[in-house]
């Protein structure tokens, strides 16, 4: 651009403004096949602003100079007194400014003026670094001049207390004076460098001589002379000497290294500085580490623990602790574990105290504490009513709560186990639990006897004891609750509860009418008869009990049932046994956790909480838990997760241990070809499904026995398909149903899907399917036995015997055995039976006949024969 503009004459005064600094050009880019393209390039110049006061060429103005007149006066005053050195030249911050060298115009091509920005910026570069080296070097100095001074000082003073001690008081006096005059004197030179410290001291003497004599004073008095200390001169750090080779410090060769008119060295880079900060850092650190005392600590050691995280956790070397364990005799490396014992050893070897800690550690204070008595307050009876199927347990409890559970039974038999609570006309609370009667349920039965508080066995009386009645009164006395005998179906005409009261005698169950302390009553569901007695009885035996519980303390409680609901998730029938059971409360039961996303009745009605021996339905559960197992509250998730986590693997640890063995087991087992029947099951509830793979596996033999690929609750989804399908097993579903991908699957791979709701029926078809898998068993009839007298040839190839019937009779057709020596020679079939040249169908004993044996022609005279029929039975389980 040019400045024709500013050259041309304006009238007034020219406005006022700064020179654009922004020159704007154009470039022609020439490409192939004759294209051309103009860029517009604008280039910006760097704009100088001068200080203040200086010229426009960036000296500085003029200053007016000091009269020198006082400069001159004050030189003949000192020529007496020793000569002083020059002074050292100022400091660099002291230094005058030197004229800034005239810039040249920067060149007009783009070339050139690239290449000034990369100066410029080079040279600032190298001013900040050379600035950082000045800065550094001034720090150095300074901190060397301190110690000097102090070391000095330190000598100063130790030679004025020996010097004092060999003079007398008086010189010594005037020696004081003298030291406290001398620093007044050399005012002008107190803004002296360090350096020139030395000389200004050995004038001092003198100076002090020639004061006196120049004002008129007496003559000073005498005095034993001393020493000036003479006071050591700062070192300075060594620079590299002019034409050294200082290739280190040399550095690249740069416009303004190359410009300037000094040959001074090139400072240190700043990677330098780095590098040697770095190394002191170092060097500081690992001295303090050797001076740092050992620490002592408490080391978690777990049951096993490899070596690398116990020298971890100890703050060692894992290399000192292998080099350690190889001196016992251990050889290990450091990702091996080992126990606790050997962790102990290392641990206290090193000086540390060991912390010993097991896995089962994190259900320690699960439990919670026991309860005080002051904050115990009476609970509702749990009352538990077992007895033989089909005695009316269920119809009893509908009797009592005024519902019609039986209506909606699969069969009209329990399958489930239930909770209910009923209130009584007077206002207590009583808590029901329904157990089933089948043979298959007797877990169950057991689970429901271990959480009650008594037991109500209800016997039939038309049909007496039967077998799950006294498996009943088994359970009772295991878990030694009392028992309370209700005699239904009393309107029967056949009833006899007398007979009812005296087989109960054989299982040492006496009852209060024989004298014994076991409460009897007779009632009738049907016509709901003797039902105000026997609540009256419960009440009775509760108030006996004194039952308590604290309802003010995290809830605690046992499941009775589980199932996984479709649009619920899984679902927890859970009793609560202490403490109250809040929405919101974090849980573990078993090795499921979960929270309480709500709470519903026995009625179906939500509710906020649920007190001691109250059932609840409890949702929110990560899994469907084992019925049987404790609900715990927890203080947080996190808690809850760990104990989880931990139950869970010890169930994977146990179902996967493998079981030792030895040489008899093991040749026992690979000689035996046992058959097996696999099957998949789900089913509503866990407690069905609990009951059928107990009952399943009863059923199995020496020879087929029934193996369980997969056992759940809830719904048939497409993944228990998938693996019916590998094993080819049959699917049952026990009152449930597949989902709407798992039905086309199961077409799609041919898989048997079987539906159930009766566990009679169920088991009874696995049992003929098992049994049908067998092979037929086969039943030899010995029918008759003959002697070979004769051999004769009987056509080509063939031979025929001359028998003599010894025993039974002998037909066409029999299976028969010749034997020689009474070992077996061949396995054959009556062909033909002549007797005096005629056909004949059978011959009986004591006769003689002629017989033509199938595929054998190795006969003998002597030789025996034994016919035999085989019957072919269809096995059964």
């Known amino acids: 651009m040019s400045d024709s503009k500013e050259d041309k004459p304006v009238l007034g005064r020219k406005p006022l403004g700064i020179k654009r600094t922004v020159e704007s050009g154009q470039v022609q880019q020439q490409f ?134 060999k003079t007398e008081a008086e010189p010594a006096v005037v020696v004081e004076e003298a030291k406290a005059e001398a620093p007044a004197a050399p005012q002008p030179q107190a803004a002296a460098p360090q350096g020139a410290a030395a000389a200004p001291v050995q004038a001092e003497p003198a100076q002090e001589e020639a004061r006196p004599a120049a004002a008129g004073a007496p003559p000073p008095r005498r005095f034993t002379p001393v020493t000036p200390v003479k006071r050591p001169e700062p070192t300075k750090p060594e620079r590299a000497k002019k034409g050294e080779d200082n290739r280190r410090q040399a550095g690249k060769l740069t416009v303004t290294k190359a410009l300037a008119d000094d040959d001074s060295a090139r400072a240190r880079s700043l990677a330098a500085l780095k590098r040697a900060r770095e190394k002191e850092r170092r060097a500081h650190y690992a001295g303090g580490a050797r001076q740092r005392e050992k620490q002592s600590r408490d080391v978690v050691v777990p049951e096993s623990i490899t070596v690398q995280e116990l020298a971890n956790r100890m703050a060692e070397k894992g290399a000192d602790l292998v080099k350690s364990l190889f001196k016992m005799g251990q050889a290990v490396t450091l990702n091996q574990s080992i126990d606790q014992d050997m962790a102990e050893l290392l641990v206290e070897e090193f000086g540390h105290r060991i912390q010993r800690v097991s896995e089962a550690d994190v259900e320690i204070g699960i439990e919670g504490e026991a309860d005080a008595v ?65 043979e298959a349920f007797s877990e169950m039965r057991a689970r429901g006897a271990n959480v009650t508080d008594i037991v109500i066995l209800v016997v039939a009386a038309d049909d007496g004891l039967m077998p799950q009645t006294i498996e009943a009164i088994n359970h009772t006395k295991a878990a030694g609750v009392p028992m309370i005998v209700a005699i239904n179906k009393c309107d029967k005409p056949d009833a006899n509860p007398q007979k009812v009261r005296e087989r109960l005698l054989e299982h040492e169950i006496v009852v209060e009418d024989m004298g014994g302390d076991v409460q009897d009553v007779q009632v009738s569901a049907l016509k709901k008869t003797g039902l105000d007695e026997l609540i009256e009885k419960i009440l009775l035996q509760a108030e006996v009990m004194e039952l308590t519980a604290n309802p003010d303390r995290a809830a605690e409680g046992n499941v009775i049932e589980a199932q ?267 062909h033909s039976l002549r007797r005096f040249k005629d056909d004949v169908s059978e011959v009986r004993a004591g006769m003689e006949c002629g017989a033509v044996l199938q595929d054998t022609n190795d006969i003998k005279a002597g030789d025996t024969l034994e016919l035999f029929e085989v019957e072919e039975r269809v096995r059964t389980l």
């Open 32 to 165: 192939s096949h004759g294209r051309k393209n103009t860029v517009v390039v604008e280039v910006k110049r760097r704009r100088v602003l001068g200080k203040p006061g200086e010229t426009a060429g960036g000296a500085p103005a003029a200053a007016p100079q000091a009269d020198p007149v006082p400069v001159a006066a004050a030189a003949p005053a000192a020529a007496p007194v020793a000569p002083r050195p020059a002074a050292p030249p100022p400091p660099p911050q002291q230094r005058a400014p030197q004229p800034a060298p005239t810039r040249q115009s920067p060149p007009q091509s783009l070339m050139s003026r690239q290449e000034l920005q990369v100066k410029l910026l080079r040279e600032a570069e190298e001013a900040r670094m050379n600035a950082l080296e000045d800065a550094r070097r001034r720090e150095d100095a300074a901190r060397l001049a301190a110690i000097e001074d102090e070391k000095r000082r330190a000598e100063e003073n130790r030679l004025a207390a020996e010097n004092a001690g």
């Open 564 to 830: 996984l609901d479709k649009g619920r998730g899984a679902v927890a029938t859970v009793l609560v046994r202490k403490g109250t059971l809040k929405v919101g409360d974090t849980f573990v039961i078993g090795a499921e956790s979960g929270k309480v996303r709500a709470l519903v009745n026995d009625k179906g009605q939500q509710v906020k909480s649920a007190g001691p021996s109250t059932p609840v339905e409890v949702l929110g559960l990560s899994g469907v838990p084992m019925a049987g197992d404790q609900m715990t509250v927890v203080e947080n998730e996190a808690r809850a997760r760990e104990v989880a986590a931990y139950r869970q693997e010890q169930i994977t640890r146990k179902r996967t241990a493998s079981v030792p063995t030895n040489f008899e087991n093991m040749f026992s087992a690979l000689s035996t070809k046992v058959i097996e029947y696999p099957v998949v099951i789900r089913g509503d509830v866990q407690g069905s499904v609990e009951a059928i793979v107990s009952a399943l596996n009863r059923i199995s033999t020496d020879e087929i026995k029934v193996r369980i690929l997969s056992s759940g609750v809830g719904a048939i989804t497409e993944s228990d398909v998938t693996l019916a399908a590998a094993s080819r097993a049959p699917l049952i579903g026990f009152n449930v149903r597949p989902n709407a991908k798992a039905r086309p699957l199961a077409v799609r791979e041919k898989i048997s899907l079987r539906y159930y709701d009766v566990i009679y029926d169920l088991l009874e078809e696995v049992r003929n399917e098992m049994a049908g898998q067998l092979a037929p068993e086969r039943i030899e009839t010995i029918v008759g036995r003959a002697e070979v007298l004769q051999v004769f040839p009987a056509g080509k190839k063939d031979k025929a015997a001359g028998l003599l019937v010894l025993e039974g009779v002998i037909r066409k057709g029999l299976n028969a055995r010749l034997t020689r020596s009474d070992v077996i020679v061949s396995k054959t079939v009556i």
């Open 374 to 438: 002051e904050s115990l307050l009476p609970r509702a009876p749990v009352v538990t009513i077992m007895g033989h199927v089909d005695h009316g347990k269920t119809s009893l409890l509908d009797a009592l709560r005024g519902t019609d559970v039986v209506a909606g039974e699969s069969g009209g038999i329990t399958q489930h186990i239930g909770a209910y609570q009923v209130k009584t006309k007077g206002g207590d609370l009583i808590t029901f639990l329904d157990t089933p009667g089948h």
